[in-house]
């Protein structure tokens, strides 16, 4: 038997389920196969950050395969639609008999690989598929009368439970037998994005780099639970990107934290709270599948379909542009637009803020983070903009509504990383960055070159909590 695995967001040999089992299995060797789809890309708005960072880690995984004897052939097609007849050829010209790849949960993803089942049927190629996103697949954790969860809580109880036995990893796969299959060179642009503003240097490729981090996110995991909400500290495991391309694997993640948390499950501290943020994850991909209007543009909510958000072009760009005279939402705004990241904290503020405080749709800002996001998930992405604008599951009440300043004041009280990212407001004493009337005075009294406000923050609160009421 010689099988064929297809790579898409699962870029690494360690910990790969579809990978393990074809190689496993193949007496005649094995080839590895990626599909370039630009088209689609472009329509699910994945951000040049995010393709260019898939290109390099294809070359690393290239390599890595390479010394397994496994050639890694790259092709390209416009759209998903095309790709069950590349698959099929691919597997025929190279004489595989056999198609792994691990599961992908969004829409267009699993009819893409439903359409690639039959035509593998159709072909006479046998294929199996695996679960590998996630820690626990969607469909294995339901309430009690068989539903998805629509709550957190409840959900991570069980995750909690399901997840105790399965912090098992595999490893990487043996040699493969020799074939004379050439690889492809790994592109290194894609039709209709643009990489000039890809940061490289913030996020260099590899499985090898993923595990760096994770080593080094480990001796400070203990203090997690403290420095994640302080932006100026780097508090966090930056693995997101990794986790999001699959260049490290959610279990091997949760196998780290577990060996740092000596309760190994439900306990306190650090290590318990990252676990829990890797169950959102997995819980946001089990809204995605139990829900799917959520990734087909609609609110959980339903009823809140009905709210009559504001447009405006000018106040979207300021947003977009850390120009709002919000300081911390300028400098969320600014780190991702620089880097192609953004520290959680800062991603609930300014999503929180366009929604309630500009009341503009959120599905204007989920699309603005997609484009610009180097770990631009659909499932992570999505669920973090309908908590902010009090329409998804578990959203937070709309009526609690984050008070920029006192965000700043309490999250970055010396005003370290909003100077780091507006220098203009270099001059302003710390106490001043934090109140409305104390920051205009203060900007007047040293001549700060930094935009006003762009909307008064009682009157933004107020049209926000009259729109939402009128739902009721
Ligand atoms: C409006 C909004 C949009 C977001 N968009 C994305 C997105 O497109 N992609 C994405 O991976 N995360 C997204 N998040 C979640 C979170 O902000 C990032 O995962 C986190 O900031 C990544 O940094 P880190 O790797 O250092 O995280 P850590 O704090 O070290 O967490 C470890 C991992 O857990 C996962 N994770 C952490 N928090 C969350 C969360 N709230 N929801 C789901 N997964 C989580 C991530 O995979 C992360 O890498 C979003 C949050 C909000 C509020």
Request: with cysteine.
């Amino acid at each position: 038997m010689r099988s064929l695995v297809w790579f898409r967001r699962d870029l690494r040999i360690s910990d790969n389920p579809a990978l393990h089992h074809a190689a496993q299995n193949s007496s005649e060797g094995t080839v590895a196969l990626f599909v370039v789809t630009p088209q689609q890309w472009l329509q699910h708005d994945d951000a040049p950050a995010k393709v260019s960072f898939w290109l390099r880690n294809l070359q690393t995984l290239s390599e890595s395969l390479a010394s397994l004897n496994i050639p890694l052939v790259v092709k390209t097609c416009d759209s998903f639609d095309d790709v069950p007849s590349v698959v099929t050829k691919v597997a025929k010209n190279n004489q595989c008999d056999h198609l792994c790849f691990n599961r992908e949960y969004e829409v267009n993803e699993s009819r893409r690989d439903d359409a690639v089942m039959t035509a593998c049927q159709e072909s006479n190629i046998g294929v199996q598929r695996f679960h590998d996103r996630v820690i626990v697949p969607p469909r294995e954790i339901e309430t009690g009368s068989g539903d998805f969860y629509k709550v957190f809580t409840p959900y991570r109880k069980v995750w909690n439970e399901k997840t105790l036995e399965r912090a098992e990893v595999f490893s990487a796969p043996k040699k493969q037998k020799k074939i004379d299959v050439k690889p492809s060179k790994i592109p290194t642009k894609v039709k209709g994005f643009d990489f000039s503003n890809a940061r490289e240097d913030l996020w260099p490729a590899g499985e090898a780099e993923a595990a760096k981090r994770l080593e080094q996110f480990s001796d400070k995991i203990k203090h997690y639970d403290n420095a994640r909400d302080v932006p100026s500290v780097n508090g966090t495991s930056l693995l997101s990107p990794y986790l999001a391309a699959g260049v490290i694997s959610p279990r091997q993640c949760l196998a780290a934290a577990r060996s740092n948390n000596a309760q190994r499950i439900g306990g306190e501290g650090g290590a318990a709270v990252w676990i829990s943020e890797l169950t959102w994850r997995d819980f946001y991909a089990h809204v995605m599948v139990g829900f799917p209007r959520v990734s087909m543009h609609q609110p959980f909510k339903l009823k809140t379909e009905k709210i009559d958000w504001r447009s405006s072009e000018s106040d979207l760009n300021a947003w977009k542009n850390g120009e709002t005279g919000y300081p911390i939402v300028d400098a969320g705004m600014r780190q991702l637009k620089q880097t192609g990241w953004m520290h959680n904290r800062l991603r609930m503020v300014t999503a929180m803020f366009l929604t309630k405080n500009l009341l503009i749709d959120w599905r204007l800002g989920e699309k603005h983070f997609m484009e610009t996001l180097v770990d631009g998930d659909l499932a992570a992405n999505n669920g973090g903009w309908q908590w902010s604008a009090s329409t998804g599951t578990d959203a937070v009440p709309y009526f609690r509504i984050f008070n920029p300043f006192s965000q700043s004041k309490r999250f970055d009280k010396e005003g370290k990383f909003i100077k780091k990212m507006c220098p203009e407001l270099e001059p302003i004493p710390a106490n001043q960055l934090h109140d409305p009337k104390k920051l205009t005075d203060a900007m007047e009294q040293h001549g700060a070159d930094y935009p006003a406000m762009i909307v008064d923050y009682k009157a933004g609160r107020e049209r926000a909590l009259a729109a939402f009421k009128s739902l009721d």
